[in-house]
Nanobody
């Protein structure tokens, strides 16, 4: 069973940056396509970025294109999300999971963008 632990969130001003990490542990040969999801208060959880198992391709939701970068280190079973030029509307709890989501959800990491 795979466990996912997200970290790196925090409170930042608009225009600031954060780097999120997602460490996977458990019985893993190789993580599949992975994604970062977010859920804002009162909204559905949405996929914001995904990355192929070999990092050959990435995809982003339009609202984060050009600002967020997803990457992974398969040797460390870790997926990252570099977030730049953060906006208040990026405020949410961020989660990682496979795409489609097959693992149990972690606790997520809170990102708050506010002046």
């Amino acid at each position: 069973q795979v466990q996912l632990v997200e970290s790196g969130g925090g409170l930042v001003h608009p225009g600031g940056s954060l780097r999120l990490s997602c460490k996977a542990s458990g019985v893993i040969l190789r993580l599949p396509v992975m994604g970062w999801y977010r859920q804002a208060p009162g909204k559905e959880r949405e996929l914001v970025a995904s990355i192929a198992s070999d990092s050959s391709s990435t995809n982003y939701v339009d609202s984060v294109k050009g600002r967020f970068t997803i990457s992974r280190d398969n040797a460390k079973n870790t997926v990252y999300l570099q977030m730049n030029s953060l906006k208040p509307e990026d405020t949410a709890v961020y989660y990682c999971n496979s795409r489609p989501a097959r693992f149990s959800w972690g606790q997520g990491t809170q990102v708050t963008v506010s002046s």
